[in-house]
DNA sequence: ACAATCAGTTACAATTTGATACAGTGATGC
DNA sequence: GCATCACTGTATCAAATTGTAACTGATTGT
């Protein structure tokens, strides 16, 4: 599931994990590494695979003819992406930080034959980006900026963040123009916000990539979250 | 007080109908009729069922704790909702306007035990509902007021409406307070946008739930879609 | 070494949308 | 028949976000 607002996402990832460890990979399940900036499949490509991220970061992108893009969804590790619909994709996706991914087959997707078990996982994770899809909605629709900027902290910070003392620390490998084209804002709004929660002392930019969370009950705060 | 959808029981409808026709229907998979304002489910309910429309229009909907609201998703003919997430089903759903409903259990989905057609039918409504979610990303993120509202009521009319003439008519069962809480607005806004497209000569409302669509070229331009 | 480029930030003006208030209309109930 | 209520439409004003532009610091290429 994506990077959404909620707090399902850890939980999910765990549950994903176990039926891979002692699985005998299949050719088409074998592990690759994919550098920064590597194109995945583009908009309109006859869809093969499903992927399914297990380090690194992929980014999901759409763009109108009027060069509006919308980041529909970032793939951290646990995530599965690039459902198709029909026979082809529909977004476009590209690497984001290196990352290694597990091709699935769509047949395994679709049909499970041979493969039951992928079959349901690959199953449940389009269930779960459903749901995570929705989460997505009420961020766009129904939060101000603030609001956006702290959950999308929020919601990285507990995918990837690790303890520093009392504090939070991860990192941002996406530009500030993929965040602003994820949560529906500007650059600038989102330049602005980040310095508005450093002048509040709610979290520390160590460099514009590496954000310090100081304190996490004030970002929740911000957040607005629903739980 | 609700205007019945005439003419809705169209293409998709009847694409979705003919694997039923032929088949003992199972009792979970027996047509049955919903009054508006019927509630099918509410958010944290154990999901038992998935929904497929037949005809009629529901509405999915979540509510933040400070009662901001989002409307996910109208169902209309032919679409199947209330994918659950889990074993429980992440949104309320209930009914716009008095409806046709079969209720596929979720086993069906999930397993696909006992009736792998439905399982394939149920499998690709998941994929085509994230499609249809990621359009919604762009509309809600990316797009002016006026351009939302006129994308919405493209979306409706090309699945819901009929000629007249040289025009198209349809109705919008759905209150304008629903149509913003779809389209991340606020009522005054989409009464204002529907006002400006009545001036422009674009629309004409015989009554605020009856559109007439006197410039199909000018509401697609209007959306800024991408086709 | 230096210019050029780019990501990020900041300030300020312009624009869009939201909030508030109120009027009209049709439906419902007494 | 009349009052009430829910929904819709309109106007005005306030607030939030965007657009524009300038500036910084880091990186790249020549």
Redesign the pocket.
Known sequence: MYVTLSSESTAANQTLAPSLIFQAPAPQQQQRSYATGTHLFHEGDTANHVYEVKTGVLRLTRVLENGRRQVIAFGLPGDIIGFPNGDAHHTDCDVVATAEIVAHRRSTLETGAGDPETHQRLLHAALREISAMQDHFMMLAR??????VASFLLAISNRTGSPRGNFTTFS?P?????I?DFL?????????T??IL?KDGIIS?ET??TVLVLDMEALLDASQTDD
Chains 1, 2 share one sequence.
Do not use: N
């Not at 939060?143 to 956006?148: I, M, T, Y």
């Not at 529906?184 to 602005?192: A, F, H, I, K, P």
């Open positions: 939060k101000s900026a603030s609001e956006k941002l996406m530009s500030r123009a993929d602003a529906g804002l500007t650059v600038e709004t989102v330049s602005r980040f310095s450093r930019l514009p990539q």
